[in-house]
């Protein structure tokens, strides 16, 4: 994934405003860059884990191809554990092959961002190229 540094920092910025609960969003690319990022709100209200409601995951979708663009990445946080999917996560991945998840750690006050795709099961890190 290649994300300018100022649209990296807006999902950052979301993560910190959101802790300790997970903060959550969809990402939106025009040919594997990162053109758009779309908070969105936890509707479970946890620091453990992240639900975006339907209807409005629907709306950011819609909106991120309307702008000429394509669902990229849904991003979320990990306030007390490092940036590395869950089994939470790898099962809710299941419902989106090829899509990246983008996740913010938080634990300890310090902030490192990593990508994965998750298919089958499987977990492979890729690369976050900031800009």
Known sequence: MRI??????????????????ECCGL??????????VHPARNVKASPLAFEIHGPEAIRIIDEIEDGGG???????SHTRTEPYPSQTD?????????????IVGLAN?????RSFLIEGGAVREVDVDVR
């Open 109 to 113: 006050g310090e902030v490192s961002v």
């Open 90 to 102: 790898r099962n809710f991945a299941v419902n989106w092959p090829g899509l990246e998840w983008l």
């Open 70 to 76: 394509e669902l990229a990445a849904m991003y979320h």
């Open 4 to 21: 300018p540094q100022d649209l990296l920092d807006r999902i950052v910025e979301h993560a910190r405003a959101d802790a300790p609960n």
């Open 27 to 36: 990402v939106g690319a025009t040919d594997g860059v990162v053109t758009s």
